[in-house]
């Protein structure tokens, strides 16, 4: 008898994982727009990061549109497109035309990830600005320093779950302007840890890193991780970066 009970819960507990591998093979594919032109200062990483996003694509049932013209930023392009993900563009890189074709597609409930550098582009575009969050400012030199985390409610932070820091080596940027009023902030920056700096100008006293936002459905979100090529091969930001995409394109909450 015990035997049998033994055998009923393997089948049982083999039933539910081939039903939760199903589902998530049968889930819809997330389409997802990689936008990296740089009209400015370019990040090499952007190589790199393209590369960890395609290689998740396999992984997460998502399609993706990498691009650096930006002239495809037109409503044919992205009504098919659930989220976009800006990968380190620089500058003034999406003509009025381009603009007003992204504010129309983000205004139909969709998504954005803003990974680094999407917050030193588009500096006169202010509904890009509110969508990103903060606009750069400075950094000191990239070197290794502390994250803070402030809370963990959010997908995005699920790889940091049990740990108060992470330390590890980027391009730490300051803002224009703190976002915290008018975003939900996840991470700062210990200042404490910076080391190497010329300056006191990229000190922020409080110092917001990862943010997110959600405004009438239109879902926005932002890390300052993605300067170097081993951000990209990172595995707690790998997940942290993957949790964002399907948080913005509503797969999970």
């Not at 591998?21 to 997330?30: A, G, K, S, V």
């Not at 939900?184 to 000190?203: F, G, M, P, Y």
């Not at 979100?221 to 707690?236: I, P, R």
Request: charged share 20%; aromatic share 14%.
């Amino acid at each position: 008898m015990k035997k049998f009970g033994l055998i009923s819960l393997i089948v049982f507990f083999l039933f539910n994982l081939s039903c939760a591998q199903q589902n998530e093979q049968e889930q819809d594919p997330l389409h997802i727009l990689v936008f990296s032109k740089t009209a400015g200062f370019r990040h090499s990483s952007i190589s790199s990061g393209l590369k960890m996003l395609f290689d998740q694509s396999k992984k997460q049932n998502w399609v993706i549109t990498a691009t650096e013209d930006a002239s495809i930023l037109r409503n044919d392009l992205l009504s098919k497109i659930d989220v976009a993900v800006f990968l380190n563009p620089t500058g003034d890189a999406i003509c009025d035309e381009g603009q007003e074709a992204f504010e129309h597609f983000m205004a139909n409930g969709k998504g954005f990830v803003g990974i680094h550098a999407a917050a030193d582009c588009e500096y006169a575009w202010p509904f890009y600005g509110q969508l990103v969050g903060a606009y750069f400012l400075t950094h000191p030199p990239a070197q290794k320093a502390t994250v803070l985390f402030e809370n963990f409610d959010h997908p995005a932070m699920k790889p940091f779950e049990g740990m108060k820091s992470y330390t590890t080596t980027d391009e730490w940027y300051s803002f224009k302007e703190n976002p915290r009023a008018s975003v939900n902030v996840l991470a700062r920056l210990d200042e404490t840890s910076i080391t190497k700096s010329k300056n006191d100008k990229w000190r922020m006293n409080d110092h917001p890193l990862i943010w997110w936002n959600d405004d009438d459905g239109i879902r926005s979100f932002y890390t300052v991780f993605g300067h170097t090529h081993e951000a990209f091969q990172d595995k707690l930001i790998i997940e942290h970066i993957t949790n964002a995409i399907n948080w913005a394109g509503k797969r999970i909450d």
